[in-house]
């Protein structure tokens, strides 16, 4: 039986996310610092909306509805977890850890300015230029531990393709997929409260980027 897993803001920004990430990578490799700031820019509005839309989005994406707690975890690695579509409490692991070291790097970056400080990031005024400076050492160390766990996320998603012929990719493309006996599938949010977050994250991002 086919079900509605993922709403379409969330596979959105899925994907933004996963082409953003890649632009961070080819833009900081080429030094291409005028678009590595823009393509931070975005990375910091999604980043604000995913986690906006967290407590206000359909069921499968609100935190409360997939972060659980030890026991839910030892229930999944057992078998014995009941049936749910969306995140399982190792996925919302990853889900998490993805959204905190991506937030991490995007803030590092706020306050980062490459070495001659001739540009530095829109945060940098805050702090002296050793402080700037180090923001940019640890952006860098960051971004390098979030491509780590990108390849985490990756190799996970492919063992449960190949070994428990889970397809996680396909829905994440059309929203729905075969869902187990009793599980309740995605009660959407309404189109507004997408729109509230955008727009939130939006005026949000722009006032940090700002300068304050």
């Known amino acids: 039986m086919r079900i509605k897993v993922w709403d379409r803001?969330?596979?959105?920004f899925h994907w933004l996310l996963v082409v953003l990430?890649?632009?961070a990578w080819w833009t900081g490799e080429h030094e291409d610092l005028t678009w590595h700031y823009r393509i931070g820019m975005g990375?910091?509005?999604?980043?604000?909306?995913?986690?906006?839309?967290?407590?206000?989005?359909?069921?499968?994406?609100?935190?409360?509805?997939?972060?659980?707690?030890?026991?839910?975890i030892a229930d999944y690695?057992?078998?014995?977890?009941?049936?749910?579509?969306?995140?399982?409490?190792?996925?919302?692991?990853s889900v998490l850890a993805l959204i905190a070291l991506v937030a991490t790097v995007v803030v590092l970056g706020l306050f980062a300015t490459d070495h001659d400080g001739l540009q530095p990031g829109p945060l940098a005024h805050l702090v002296s230029y050793e402080g700037a400076d180090a923001a940019h050492e640890y952006h860098e160390l960051?971004?390098?531990?979030l491509l780590a766990l990108v390849a985490v996320h990756v190799a996970a998603v492919l063992y449960y393709w190949l070994f428990r012929r889970d397809d996680l990719i396909g829905p994440m493309v059309t929203g729905s997929r075969d869902g187990p006996e009793g599980a309740e599938p995605l009660r959407p949010a309404p189109a507004w409260r997408?729109?509230?977050?955008?727009?939130?994250a939006t005026l949000i991002a722009w006032w940090i980027w700002s300068g304050f």
């Open 43 to 72: 990375v910091l509005m999604l980043i604000l909306f995913r986690l906006i839309w967290g407590v206000i989005g359909g069921s499968t994406a609100r935190f409360a509805g997939f972060v659980k707690g030890p026991r839910a």
């Open 9 to 12: 803001p969330t596979r959105l």
């Open 77 to 93: 690695l057992r078998g014995a977890a009941p049936p749910r579509v969306g995140h399982n409490p190792l996925g919302a692991i």
């Open 142 to 145: 960051g971004f390098n531990l």
């Open 21 to 23: 990430i890649a632009a």
């Open 194 to 200: 997408a729109v509230i977050a955008i727009v939130a």
